[in-house]
């Protein structure tokens, strides 16, 4: 069964940090480019960071960029979202996303397989 799962999510302090991973199954991870995504209460869905295949290259969006650190595992197909100094305005329901031989993309209509997200609350 193809599919990707998020966790790490929770309740945290402004200022604190968490750890999302992203675990993939049943397709070969290394040939796919992964991407975080957010969506908050009201909002669209929103481009976070992305991750080519070897790891190689990184893009982040202006809001999290110095703050927020994706990496990835391929012997352990995960993903990784450090999110660091975190702010009220990340709160926000997670998803990862991986794009068939796509390398830092930033639209969602480039991915193919996405999770089912996690969240992430930030009290302030």
């Known amino acids: 069964q193809v599919q990707l799962v998020e966790s790490g999510g929770g309740l945290v302090q402004a200022g604190g940090s968490l750890r999302l991973s992203c675990t993939a199954s049943?397709?070969?991870?290394?040939?796919?480019?992964v991407g975080w995504f957010r969506q908050a209460p009201g909002k669209e869905r929103e481009f976070t960071a992305a991750?080519?295949?070897?790891?190689?290259?990184?893009s982040y969006s202006d809001s999290v960029k110095g703050r927020f650190t994706i990496s990835r595992d391929n012997a352990k197909n995960t993903v990784y979202l450090q999110m660091n100094s975190l702010k009220f305005e990340d709160t926000a329901v997670y998803y990862c996303?991986?794009?068939?031989w796509g390398d830092g993309r930033t639209l969602q209509s480039d991915y193919d397989i996405w999770g089912q997200g996690t969240q992430v609350t930030v009290s302030s």
């Open positions: 991750i080519s295949r070897s790891a190689s290259y990184t």
């Open positions: 996303a991986a794009a068939l």
């Open positions: 049943g397709f070969r991870f290394n040939i796919y480019g």
